[in-house]
């Protein structure tokens, strides 16, 4: 089993064509706190920490988890992880789905 922990849609495309759509299921996200570090041309420079994964089920046998890249890289030793991967886009340069999920 499959589940989406993104804010959005993750479609699966072969062909052409959407063949699996995951609907989200839940929101997995990690902390984060910025900081104003400079300034250009009246344009704060900020910098980003990111922190702990809030939201992650336990591990599960046979459950799957969409995650974000962030998140995925954040949880290392969890092999229930994956993310959109090989990307698939309109004639626009908007994302429309994923060719396949990755791991890593």
Do not use: W
């Amino acid at each position: 089993m499959i589940k989406n922990l993104t804010p959005h849609d993750v479609n699966i495309v072969k062909g052409g064509k959407v063949i699996k759509t995951f609907k989200p299921e839940g929101l997995v996200r990690c902390t984060q706190s910025t900081k104003v570090i400079g300034e250009v041309e009246g344009i704060n420079i900020t910098s980003t920490v990111f922190g702990d994964v809030e939201g992650l089920p336990a591990e599960a046998e046979g459950t799957y988890y969409i995650v974000s890249r962030l998140v995925l890289n954040a949880c290392k030793s969890r092999n229930d992880l994956l993310v959109p991967n090989e990307l698939v886009r309109d004639d626009k340069g908007n994302v429309i789905g994923c060719q396949s999920l990755a791991n890593n």
